[in-house]
């Protein structure tokens, strides 16, 4: 598992070509303030797309956006913090951080996705045995992420 970039490090043409790697990709594109992803399974009859801003405004303010499309959703992760590859599991976990929550999308490479929003970030590290399994699937899928979190006591940007 390799854990990459945080706090104001950006992401690289690297980092997505080591995401398209690991997820199998069928494509991959960089243009001018993105990179695509193009991921699909044909035996489960599935595909998505991931595009990904290494640095957009965000409102006010510039970070980096996360864009997950299916064949029936669309998904936004703003400000995204980091991200952890497994190629073990064959999967990309990108997280933001805001306060005391954190939200994440996971993004498979049979072209499944994920996405977990507002966690308090003390669920990571808690006894997942105590927690409904409704809610310790989200935990368990972001402690991946743990590694890469700024310190609680950190000042955020």
């Known amino acids: 598992m390799s854990n990459n970039f945080h706090k104001g490090n950006k992401f690289t043409i690297k980092d997505a070509e080591k995401i398209s790697k690991v997820l ?7 243009e001018s303030d993105r990179f695509r992803i193009r ?14 801003f290494p ?10 956006l996360i864009v997950v499309y299916t064949g029936n959703s669309h998904l936004q992760l703003h400000n995204c913090t980091g ?3 497994s190629e073990e599991l064959g999967e990309i976990t990108f997280v933001a951080e805001s ?16 996405l977990y929003a507002a966690l308090d970030r ?16 989200s ?13 609680k006591n950190e000042p955020k940007e």
Do not use: H, W
Request: some cysteine.
């Open 139 to 151: 935990g368990v899928a972001l402690s991946l992420a743990e590694d890469i979190l700024s310190n």
């Open 55 to 64: 640095e957009v405004s965000l409102g006010k303010v510039r970070g980096t």
């Open 122 to 137: 003390e669920l990571i590290s808690s006894d997942f045995t105590q927690l409904g399994v409704e809610v310790m699937l």
């Open 24 to 30: 199998q990709a069928e494509k991959f594109s960089e």
């Open 99 to 114: 306060s005391d929550r954190l939200s994440g999308i996971v993004v498979e490479q049979g072209a499944s996705c994920s």
């Open 83 to 85: 991200f952890v590859i």
């Open 39 to 52: 991921v699909v399974n044909e035996e489960g009859r599935r595909s998505l797309s991931l595009e990904i």
